[in-house]
């Protein structure tokens, strides 16, 4: 095995050829770095316009995850290292991240994405944007970025947009775990298929019958794929979000936000799951929820292009303020689990506070030429 960040392979299938994309930092669950964004950016645009290139399959490195997150330890020493910005380095990764992001979304060569493990983070914002999203009995994905004073991002105000009901405002607030079934029930993933079938799922990839056409080059991936996930299906995890989603949509249907959170953080409950979902909120930033919510609110009907423009216009504006800097430090760095957040609760938060990280930190947006 090669010791580069990323493994980049093209794998022969007759005249044409599969080219695979392998995160390889398992020692840090193959979480996402600039140079590993780069990396997959510089692949995928090549190619893109390569003509002996029929597909993409994208996995991860070693049985614990696909992909972890991003380097927040990184952003943390860009936060810190400029209180109020620019932070360069954080900034520089959000940017290239969503772009990254962006040209998945967009990708006309089909993209299999092998979400097995934990699947968080970053490592979410890659397998969404896959045209082919697989999820094995393994998958474990969350989205607990209210603990650090983030937001869900790398596409995460389209993928929560477009999920059933409140369910995406609900998992953003607070950061409930989901499994396969979650994922296919959610849309952010689109089949399940036990983990023992890779190897075979990648043989059938390699003997199939390229074209060259991207339709009938994506109509031969759901071919391949279709005898696993009906081989699979017995196999499936029960999900949460399905049986409980009218209860769901009951919490967040609030007169506003403050009352949303008071619903949720307030229920008396002691099922595991909805349990572990009142804490995550509950010790979340109480900024951080208000500005998850009207991100979500403000990109509802937005295209994929504005929405990646709105979700840096956002980080930029959270990694310069020391909110996100104290939830990393106390999650993350010192472990003691116990953040001095700004304010007690979200009614605390002054509105022209929360106006301020919508507005424009910059006279052009980075990502303006998508």
Same mark, same amino acid.
């Given at each position: 095995?090669?010791?580069?960040?990323?493994?980049?392979?093209?794998?022969?299938?007759?005249?044409?050829?599969? !080219?695979?994309? @392998?995160?390889?930092?398992?020692?840090?669950?193959?979480?996402?770095?600039?140079?590993?964004?780069?990396?997959?950016?510089?692949?995928?645009?090549?190619?893109?316009?390569?003509?002996?290139?029929?597909?993409?399959?994208?996995?991860?490195?070693?049985?614990?995850?696909?992909?972890?997150?991003?380097?927040?330890?990184?952003?943390?020493?860009?936060?810190?290292?400029?209180? !109020?910005?620019?932070?360069?380095?954080?900034?520089?990764?959000?940017?290239?991240?969503?772009?990254?992001?962006? @040209?998945?979304?967009?990708?006309?060569?089909?993209?299999?994405?092998?979400?097995?493990?934990?699947?968080?983070?970053?490592?979410?914002?890659?397998?969404?944007?896959?045209?082919?999203?697989?999820?094995?009995?393994?998958?474990?994905?969350?989205?607990?970025?209210?603990?650090?004073?983030?937001?869900?991002?790398?596409?995460?105000?389209?993928?929560?947009?477009?999920?059933?009901?409140?369910?995406?405002?609900?998992?953003?607030? @607070?950061?409930?775990?989901?499994?396969?079934?979650?994922?296919? /029930? @959610? !849309?952010?993933?689109?089949? /399940?298929?036990?983990?023992?079938?890779?190897?075979?799922?990648?043989?059938?990839?390699?003997?199939?019958?390229?074209?060259?056409?991207?339709?009938?080059?994506?109509?031969?991936?759901?071919?391949?794929?279709?005898?696993?996930?009906?081989?699979?299906?017995?196999?499936?995890?029960?999900?949460?979000?399905?049986?409980?989603?009218?209860?769901?949509?009951?919490?967040?249907?609030?007169?506003?936000?403050?009352?949303?959170?008071?619903?949720?953080?307030?229920?008396?409950?002691?099922?595991?799951?909805?349990?572990?979902?009142?804490?995550?909120?509950?010790?979340?930033?109480?900024?951080?929820?208000?500005?998850?919510?009207?991100?979500?609110?403000?990109?509802?009907?937005?295209?994929?292009?504005?929405?990646?423009?709105?979700?840096?216009?956002?980080?930029?504006?959270?990694?310069?303020?020391?909110?996100?800097?104290?939830?990393?430090?106390?999650?993350?760095?010192?472990?003691?689990?116990?953040?001095?957040?700004?304010?007690?609760?979200?009614?605390?938060?002054?509105?022209?506070?929360?106006?301020?990280? /919508?507005?424009?930190?910059?006279?052009?947006?980075?990502?303006?030429?998508?």
């Amino acid at each position: 095995m090669s010791d580069a960040p990323v493994i980049i392979e093209e794998v022969a299938c007759g005249r044409l050829k599969v !080219g695979r994309l @392998t995160l390889n930092v398992p020692k840090t669950l193959n979480s996402l770095t600039l140079p590993m964004v780069d990396m997959l950016q510089q692949q995928l645009d090549s190619w893109r316009v390569d003509p002996d290139i029929a597909a993409v399959f994208i996995d991860g490195s070693g049985e614990k995850a696909f992909c972890a997150g991003g380097d927040v330890q990184a952003l943390h020493r860009s936060a810190t290292a400029t209180p !109020g910005g620019p932070c360069v380095e954080a900034e520089t990764f959000f940017a290239r991240e969503y772009r990254m992001n962006h @040209t998945l979304h967009t990708y006309p060569k089909p993209i299999v994405c092998w979400g097995h493990g934990i699947v968080m983070g970053g490592g979410l914002g890659v397998m969404a944007g896959c045209s082919h999203r697989v999820v094995t009995e393994a998958t474990r994905i969350a989205m607990p970025e209210i603990t650090i004073a983030l937001f869900p991002d790398v596409g995460g105000s389209w993928f929560l947009n477009h999920m059933p009901g409140k369910a995406g405002l609900f998992l953003a607030l @607070t950061g409930a775990s989901m499994n396969a079934a979650d994922a296919v /029930f @959610t !849309g952010i993933a689109d089949r /399940f298929i036990c983990s023992e079938h890779k190897s075979a799922v990648l043989e059938q990839l390699r003997r199939s019958n390229w074209t060259g056409d991207a339709g009938t080059d994506h109509a031969q991936v759901r071919h391949v794929l279709r005898p696993f996930t009906e081989q699979s299906i017995g196999s499936m995890p029960g999900g949460q979000v399905e049986p409980h989603l009218s209860l769901i949509n009951s919490l967040c249907d609030g007169d506003d936000i403050h009352q949303v959170v008071d619903n949720i953080v307030n229920q008396q409950t002691s099922d595991p799951w909805l349990s572990k979902a009142r804490d995550g909120l509950a010790h979340g930033s109480p900024l951080a929820a208000l500005w998850i919510s009207r991100q979500l609110d403000e990109t509802r009907h937005s295209s994929l292009r504005e929405v990646f423009q709105a979700e840096l216009l956002l980080a930029t504006n959270v990694v310069r303020y020391p909110e996100f800097a104290e939830g990393v430090r106390a999650l993350l760095l010192d472990k003691d689990r116990n953040p001095a957040w700004q304010y007690r609760s979200t009614r605390d938060v002054p509105e022209a506070l929360l106006d301020s990280f /919508f507005q424009a930190p910059w006279p052009e947006n980075p990502l303006a030429d998508l």
